[in-house]
């Protein structure tokens, strides 16, 4: 597997090995030892999540607060969707800075995003399915969000060909300076 640091050096793209010929193809989505190895620590996930979603459809930007904060590590199995994650730990250089990524089916990339980080994702293709694993158990009072188009984050989301479709809590979560916030 091959892992690349993005702009955010404790978000990691992680990229399996395909074996791949004329029938098909075989990888191993994830392996706990190599997993641990890659990421420097050992991470427990507890609860794995699907989601499908249209074009243009926009989920986040999402975390969970202490104490049910939880990492993810995502993937796309069908489509495509650009991921993007925004660092909300007051204590790290890079608060408030964000890093994006496509993911597909065709590019079989992952992203492990720690405890402390908004996510969201745009979806680019007819329909996505979204795989993500988390380290803690979804606890709704403990949900933070992040308006996606705030303008001080100024998130290069990607034209999907259609207008942004969001939920109601999504278009009306806070500007990044009024959300909660890590340590």
Do not use: C
């Not at 969201?120 to 293709?125: A, E, P, Q, R």
């Amino acid at each position: 597997m091959k892992v690349t640091p993005t702009a955010l050096p404790e978000v990691l793209v992680i990229e399996p090995k395909v074996f791949g010929d004329e029938r098909g193809f075989f990888m191993e989505s994830f392996n706990q030892r190599a997993f641990n190895e890659a990421v420097g620590y050992e991470v427990n996930f507890l609860q794995d999540n699907h989601s499908r979603s249209a074009r243009g459809v926009l989920r986040g930007l999402h975390y969970q607060l202490p104490p049910h904060a939880q990492g993810k590590l995502v993937r796309v199995v069908s489509g495509a969707v650009f991921d993007v994650v925004v660092d909300m730990r007051r204590s790290s250089p890079n608060f408030g800075r964000w890093a994006g990524e496509e993911l597909s089916a065709a590019n079989h990339k992952q992203l492990w995003i720690p405890p402390g980080f908004a996510h969201g994702f745009l979806v680019l293709s007819d329909t996505a399915d979204f795989l993500y694993k988390t380290t803690d158990y979804y606890a709704p009072q403990a949900e933070g969000s992040v308006r996606w188009n705030d303008p001080n984050l100024a998130i290069a989301w990607p034209d999907a060909g259609v207008v942004p479709q969001l939920s109601a809590k999504d278009v009306s979560a806070p500007i990044f300076s009024q959300a909660e916030t890590f340590a």
